[in-house]
């Protein structure tokens, strides 16, 4: 069965602050993908980004950066020098190659203070 | 281009009647998925569309729902005789499908949320 678990249900920070959402997730796939989507105040489910299961390159993108390890299937998600407008809900998310349909984890509600 | 785009926005229903939910997904995007997201269950699969095959309805949690997917473009999730544990934001995404019929990113709709009385 697939599962992704998202430990931390909600995470207060001080501006300018690093912040790490943690991501652990289940398969028996060999072949996955691997998302992160933001869910502002406004509702909408924003993409951040999406990682083949054969990629375990770390990437980064301006203050964002995720961090993908098979070995402890995890695939944390940082935000460096965090912001007020970061505030949201952020999901990770899983599904196999072919299946297409999208399991979630249970979100977590960062909020950045000013 | 334009975004995934749902309505209606907000439905206020009575407890029995039946309501019609529509998605107009990005134009060009073969794949098509309902989601549901309630306070208790969090972000849950519904159906899946792909272009002409046979619909991926594991998610329905009852035969009061179905949807539809008319001319490989625009959706209706119909729910039948509304019970108040339906209340939530139903999410539309569509992805593009490679023709290895690898999936592609779901970008979403900013849903309806709907409210059963």
């Known amino acids: 069965a697939q599962k992704v678990t998202q430990a931390q249900t909600e995470i207060s920070v001080v501006e300018k602050e690093d912040v790490t959402l943690d991501c652990v997730y289940e398969?028996?796939?060999?072949?996955?993908?691997l998302f992160w989507y933001k869910q502002p105040p406004s509702g909408e489910l924003v993409f951040l980004i999406r990682r083949n299961s054969f990629d375990e390159q770390n990437e980064i993108s301006g203050r964002y950066s995720w961090n993908f390890q098979k070995s402890t299937s995890s695939f944390n998600f940082t935000i460096t020098a965090s912001q007020v407008v970061d505030s949201a809900v952020y999901f990770c998310a899983l599904s196999e190659s072919y299946r297409g349909k999208l399991i979630f984890g249970q979100g977590t509600e960062l909020s950045v203070k000013p | 281009g334009a975004g995934v785009s749902q309505s209606p926005s907000n439905k206020v229903t009575e407890k029995g009647k039946d309501v019609e939910l529509r998605c107009d997904p990005i134009?060009?995007?073969?794949?098509l998925y309902w989601y549901r997201q309630s306070l208790g269950q969090g972000l849950e699969f519904l159906i899946y569309?792909?272009?002409?095959?046979?619909?991926?309805k594991s998610g329905l949690p009852s035969d009061r729902f179905s949807a539809e997917r008319t001319g490989g473009s625009v959706s209706t999730l119909t729910i039948q005789r509304t019970q108040q544990e339906d209340s939530a934001v139903y999410l539309c995404?569509?992805?593009?499908?490679?023709?290895?019929?690898?999936?592609?990113?779901?970008?979403f709709g900013p849903g309806t949320r709907l409210l059963v009385l």
């Open positions: 134009s060009g995007h073969t794949a």
């Open positions: 569309f792909q272009g002409n095959s046979a619909p991926d």
């Open positions: 398969t028996r796939d060999t072949t996955y993908y």
């Open positions: 995404a569509s992805s593009f499908s490679t023709s290895s019929g690898d999936q592609e990113t779901q970008y």
